[in-house]
């Protein structure tokens, strides 16, 4: 069993920056490839935004998100980040951390956390 939990969003102006952290329970971390995901506003579907390997040398991001947002992770302290820079109104939603066994199952999701960027 894996616990997610986020921290880090808030409010920020566009062009600001904001730093999500993802800290996961347990001892089989390196063993997940871990993403981010986002959603809204609430009710509509999550949108894939970044994605990370298990030992952080190959990631992947949504085009929308491609040269603004860096994802990374630290095995040794069980935590996923999300760098987000130059900040734009649509990247408000709810940003939720999720972890996937790299057997492909199972798979978890954090409670979320909130950004919301000002125009």
């Known amino acids: 069993q894996v616990q997610l939990v986020e921290s880090g969003g808030g409010l920020v102006q566009a062009g600001g920056s904001l730093r999500l952290s993802c800290a996961a329970s347990g001892r089989t971390f390196s063993s997940h490839v871990m993403g981010w995901f986002r959603q809204a506003p609430a009710g509509k579907e999550r949108d894939f935004v970044a994605v990370i390997s298990l030992s952080g040398g190959n990631t992947y991001y949504a085009d929308s998100v491609k040269g603004r947002f860096t994802i990374s992770r630290e095995n040794a302290k069980n935590t996923v980040y999300l760098q987000m820079n130059s900040l734009k109104p649509e990247d408000t939603a709810v940003y939720y951390c999720?972890?996937?066994?790299?057997?492909?199952?199972?798979?978890?999701w954090g409670q979320g956390t909130q950004v919301t960027v000002s125009s």
């Open positions: 999720h972890a996937t066994h790299l057997l492909g199952w199972p798979q978890y």
